[in-house]
């Protein structure tokens, strides 16, 4: 009984096994990602990023938890470029897996977002003296298109722009222009001079016959009501092409 006890008691007096430490969950790779992304962005601006890094800070609002570098990649493979993206139509934008309609639409806010910053520096300005600003703004609203659209910017007699507006949209390389109704917009905003633009979505701005002449006639009718053609600028993927340049007005 005793040599029991004594056995209970040495038992009872062993330490108990030390516990295995655990081992703490790795990190994923993309941890603290978002934030040097967003840091660099602040510290150093746009000039600091490649083009898949600007959508990712885009898509870091679309898609809380998740590594989307491989995706923004993606994006740029497909459309070439973080401006391509961003004006390629929600259809497109949801061709390419893992690009849900919220992605989608984050991309469509950014861009109108963009489009009214650039918009804002060119409205009531002179455009002979803020013509790169100009021309930025109209690559920006319609390099990427997908179809033809034709726009009208309105001056007054100081040549600031009075109005931007799409005045026709057409199919891939055709867009109906009754030179009538682009005269009749001119004098009901009392526009002295208008800028023709419109977009090729082939990307190549060169203007082919049915371009030249179209804006023949536009002139012509604007002619005897002293409302003058300033230019026609046809934009393409990158460049663009100016008729008052090429001798064309």
């Known amino acids: ?103 989608a639409v984050e991309f469509k806010i950014v861009q109108a977002a963009s489009l009214a910053l650039s918009q804002a520096a060119i409205m009531d300005k002179p455009v002979i003296s803020s013509w790169s600003a100009l021309l930025n703004y109209c690559k920006a609203a319609m390099a990427y298109n997908t179809t033809e659209q034709f726009r009208i910017l309105f001056l007054d007699n100081k040549n600031r722009l009075i109005a931007d507006e799409v005045q026709q949209t057409g199919t891939i390389d055709h867009t109906p222009v009754y030179p009538r109704e682009v005269v009749k917009r001119a004098l009901e905003l009392a526009a002295t001079a208008i800028i023709l633009v419109h977009n090729h979505p082939s990307g190549d701005p060169t203007p082919s016959s049915a371009d030249i002449e179209m804006t023949k006639l536009i002139a012509e009718t604007a002619r005897p009501l002293k409302i003058r053609l300033h230019d026609h600028l046809i934009i393409g993927k990158g460049n663009h092409a100016s008729f008052k340049s090429l001798g064309l007005i």
């Not at 009872?12 to 994923?28: C, G, H, R, V, Y």
């Not at 040097?36 to 885009?58: Q, W």
């Open 1 to 103: 009984m005793a040599e029991s006890a004594d056995t209970a008691a040495s038992a009872s007096s062993d330490p108990e096994p030390e516990e295995t430490p655990k081992t703490k969950p790795k990190a994923p790779h993309h941890a603290g990602h978002r934030q040097r992304l967003r840091d660099r962005f602040m510290r150093a601006g746009p000039e600091a990023l490649a083009d898949y890094e600007l959508l990712e800070l885009i898509l870091f609002r679309a898609v809380p938890r998740r590594d989307i570098k491989p995706l923004a990649k993606d994006l740029i493979e497909k459309f070439g470029s973080a401006g391509a993206a961003l004006g390629a139509a929600p259809a497109r934008l949801m061709e390419v897996p893992g690009v849900s309609q919220a992605i």
